[in-house]
């Protein structure tokens, strides 16, 4: 590996921008070293300012699904830049990517397009708690929803009380409404719903948790939650921007079978431009401005660019049924790999996967929530991190996050990456 320009454009970087990067984990601060920065990327494959080639399994963080630069995606939004990037006015574009969108995604009737996966999740909120007229929210510790206040809030001194901002700046009267959950723990949730009762307008959760490493939810977790959410008067939130257009056409909902009420998309949606959306049934989205009471709004949303990307990224994930079966296949030939060079080497190591969602952790015992999560082994990890980094596979740099398989990945590879990590596990 060669670093010199990306080190010397880092060092360029922090003088201008705090850290030297405009979003805190890609500053490698979880594993050391210097930040590699980006030239451009193909397929599965990106090439950094030094000329490295590096497979990619990070992938902007899940949006180049089907690879980098895919042609019809560059090619819509090539075709749009020509003729405006922007109007603030409504465009047909808009409602031919929702009527896609709500024709895939079971249990919708209404989308409305936002600009980041964070504002969806923020606005879904708000939109619950008017809807419903209660203020409280339950999330689970190990959540990623975006850097909105409320959910800023991290597991603390356990989650029977209020939650303690993990950051300055949020304050204790937005903390004091977020409530915190184990993830997979069902009688800690009831304990919540008791405690304060008819004061809830929601339980968000990542269906697949895929921001603590990836983490399914265990023993019916969700189809438990749906049953206290109808119990109780609470609408619950199925936080899709990971898990939507990607475990299935219609992400979790459908690959599970459970009904969520609101369900926030990003990532994907967006085929690798800024875009998020939220969506659900008529009921809850005449809610929202101008039809209904609960504000929400964006100069930038809708953008002709953005939804031409996303278009063209749905129209190829709904022509052809076939991708998420490849990509679950590749996953687990993958996991397979792994799992068999890691046992060889006598690592200790879990694995997790979903679909096309997948992590290894280092440690033994089975990682069913944050706390089991935050149990892996970190040094193993960094030099597992930098050993791959060397071999030319380019994993999230941090153990608390997912790798994103992508449908450009050919089995030469995963073959390639499975001997990457054989030879590395070697020097753990
Ligand atoms: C990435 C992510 C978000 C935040 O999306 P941004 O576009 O980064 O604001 C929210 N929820 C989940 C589950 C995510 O993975």
Redesign the pocket.
């Known amino acids: 590996m060669i670093y010199k320009r990306s080190s010397a454009l880092f060092a360029e970087a922090e003088q201008v921008i705090p850290g030297g990067v405009n979003?805190p984990v890609r500053a490698f601060k979880g594993v050391g070293g210097t930040p590699l920065f980006a030239k451009e990327a193909k397929g599965a494959y990106l090439y950094d300012e030094d000329g490295n080639k590096l497979i990619d399994y990070i992938n902007s963080?899940?949006p180049m699904i089907l690879g980098h630069a895919y042609q019809p995606v560059v090619d819509a939004v090539v075709e749009k830049a020509k003729k405006g990037t922007s109007f603030g006015m409504p465009t047909e574009i808009e409602t031919q990517i929702a009527e896609l969108a709500v024709s895939m995604v079971p249990n919708i009737d209404k989308i409305r397009f936002v600009?980041?996966?964070?504002?969806?999740?923020m606005s879904a909120v708000r939109l619950a708690r008017g809807f419903t007229g209660k203020d409280k929210i339950i999330k689970f510790a190990g959540?990623?929803?975006?850097?909105s206040d409320s959910f800023l809030i991290q597991a603390g001194s356990g989650a029977s009380t209020f939650g303690t901002p993990n950051s300055p700046g949020v304050t204790q009267g937005t903390a004091k409404d977020t409530l915190l959950a184990t993830y997979n723990d069902i009688d800690n949730v009831k304990e919540l719903i008791a405690a304060n009762p008819n004061e809830i307008a929601c339980i968000i959760i990542?269906p697949v948790?895929?921001?603590m490493g990836c983490v399914p939810p265990q023993n019916d977790f969700l189809n438990k939650l749906r049953v206290l959410c109808d119990e109780n008067n609470i609408l619950l939130i199925f936080?899709?921007?990971?898990?939507g257009f990607r475990l299935a056409k219609g992400g979790a909902q459908e690959l599970f079978g459970i009904k969520a009420d609101i369900v926030?998309f990003?990532?994907v949606i967006g085929g690798g431009l800024?875009v998020?959306a939220f969506a659900a049934r008529n009921e809850i989205m005449n809610y929202l401005a101008p039809i209904g009471p609960v504000y929400q709004a964006g100069t930038l949303s809708g953008n002709p660019l953005a939804m031409a990307a996303g278009l063209a990224m749905l129209r190829a994930l709904n022509a052809d049924p076939e991708i998420f079966t490849r990509l679950e296949e590749k996953t687990a030939y993958l996991h397979k790999g792994i799992d068999k060079v890691l046992t060889d080497n006598n690592i200790t190591y879990t694995i997790n996967r979903v679909g096309s969602m997948i992590s290894v952790h280092f440690d033994e015992t089975p990682v069913v929530d944050f706390t089991t999560a935050a149990k892996g082994n970190n040094e193993t990890f960094k030099k597992f991190f930098h050993g791959l980094l060397n071999e030319g596979v380019y994993i999230a740099p941090s153990a608390f996050e997912t790798w994103f398989i992508t449908d450009a990945l050919t089995y030469e590879d995963l073959d390639f990456t499975i001997n990457a990590v054989n030879k590395v596990a070697k020097t753990l």
């Open positions: 979003s963080w899940g600009n980041s996966g964070t504002e969806a999740c959540c990623y929803h975006g850097h990542e948790a895929g921001n936080d899709e921007v990971m898990t926030c990003g990532k800024p998020g």
